[in-house]
Each structure stands twice: as structure tokens, then as C-alpha cells.
């Protein structure tokens, strides 16, 4: 009688990770891909790289996932006569350019940023293809004219969440950062600490706060005075209240819509009985024969 065959171990299917749906190939790929054009786009515009970004894409293409969060700090004590310290510019550059969709956050902290390379960034929010939920500039000597360039065309931003602390652009920089808020429905969180923001900021931002989605703002290292303070509160309050009134309204618009259609369903049915009652008397009268004498 033959022997028995041994069983052999089952060899274990050899596979890269799976990838995330939609996309074409490995993240650690895009990633590499990525972080080889920053490179370059740094070289370029004589800009040295971030060591904190780079080592975190590093990361990512080794462990083969994406790069969802950009954090930017520039090195400490840096001096070099051909380069510049750390910049957000190179940074939009190579997303752009390698159009990878994945960004949700940028941190910038203590980079100065120039109104063109604002404007930069702006424009790639703008496109709609770079999902970014959260952006913080703090301490970036952002001026009043680019507060109010960053959110010119807010409408077409997926931002839920603005920092810009440490930036002394004043009341012009928070009118025109408002004005261009005026419309957006995303937005939840807005910090404002450390603007240098006055009475007309107050005004302003209860003006933004009463007609759209933001239900945080973080105001701490300001002078808005009683009179801004005031404002603020007063022109939320109002909305709050009309807000308030207008959901009243609809709840009851909408019960008594529902009390009608359950008046209008209990007559359907009391009709449709009656007409049941009525054709059984009559099937019952018409069945009956006369007796023969």
C-alpha cells in the first residue's frame, strides 16, 4: 500500500500591500516621486529643503503609505550665501506639479511668506483638486493685503479650519480676510490670537461669524476694546436668535404638514370603507330572489 504524501507547508502568496482605492500605483511610489521633485523644485529656486518634511516623506515611501500632513519649521540659526531658509513656494510647487491630491494639512511656523508665494498657495486651494481641511500660518509676518488674498475665492476652498496667530496685519487685514469669507460654508475654526486686531475687527468678524458656518474663533492677544467685543457679540446674538426663530417656523411648518396628510389618509381610509359597506348592501339586495307563490 503506497505511503502517505507529506503534507507541505502552503508557500504564502507573495504581494505588495493593497492599495487605496483609486489609485493606479504603490503609495511609497507617489511619495518617493514627491519628495524627489521637491528636491529639485528646491535646488531651483535656491531654497534649502526641510529636513523635518523630507525625513517625513522619507518615512512614508519606506512604509509604503501616503503624506497626508506637511508641517514646515525653518532651521534654526541657518546661514548660507547662496540659500534661503526654509519656504512654502518649493512645497506648492512639487504638489502641483506632480498633482498629488493627498494633502489635507499644512503647518508653517515662523516662515516669512511673501505675498507671490501667498498667492501661490491660494491658487492651489483654488484649483478644488488638493483636498486641504486645515491650514496654519503662524508667525509668517503675513501683511494685510495677503490675509485678504489667501481667502479671495474661499467659496471653492474645502478648508474647515484657518490659523493665522502672530500675524500683525491689523483691522485692514481682518475686513479684507472677512470680505473674502463672505459666502463660505466649510469653514468651522478661526484663529485670530496675536493679530493685532482692533475695534472694526470686531465688528467685522461678528458681521462673518453671524453669516456663515464658523462656530469657533480664537481671539486671545488682541485689543478689541468693550466697543469690538460689543459688536462681536451683539451681531451673533442676533443671528443666533433669528436662526433660532427661523428652525421654529420650519418645525411647525412641518407639523402641521404632517397633521394634514394623517387628516387626509384617516378620510381615505373612511371613505374607502364606506364605499366598501355601500357595495356589499347592494350585492346583498341584488342576491335575493323572490319566492314563488
Known sequence: MPGKKKAGKKKKKSGKKKRPNGMLEDPGDVVKRLHRVYSDACAKKKTVAC????????????????LVKFVLQPILGFTDPELSNVSIDPVVQAVRQERYRYIKEIHLWDIPIPHEHLANLALMLESGVYPVTGIE????????????????????????????????????????????????????????????????????????????????????????????????????????????LRRADEKQAEQEALELMNAKEKLRVRTALSGDESTADTSGSKGKKKKKK
Open 137 to 244: 500660518l503662524t508667525d509668517c509676518s503675513i501683511e494685510a493685503i495677503s490675509a485678504a488674498r489667501l481667502v479671495q475665492n474661499s467659496v471653492l476652498f474645502s478648508l474647515t479650519t484657518l490659523c493665522l496667530d502672530y500675524n500683525e496685519f491689523g483691522d485692514d487685514g481682518c475686513i479684507g480676510l472677512c470680505d473674502g469669507l463672505h459666502g463660505n460654508t466649510m469653514l468651522l475654526s478661526l484663529s485670530l490670537c496675536y493679530c493685532n486686531l482692533g475695534v472694526e475687527s470686531g465688528k467685522a468678524l461678528g458681521q462673518l461669524i453671524s453669516n456663515t458656518a464658523i462656530r469657533e474663533v480664537y481671539l486671545n492677544g488682541n485689543n478689541l476694546e468693550v466697543e469690538g467685543a460689543i459688536e462681536l457679540v451683539k451681531l451673533a446674538a442676533d443671528q443666533a436668535e433669528i436662526e433660532s
Open 51 to 66: 529636513p523635518g518634511l523630507k525625513d517625513s516623506m522619507k518615512d512614508c515611501f519606506e512604509n509604503n503609505h501616503l
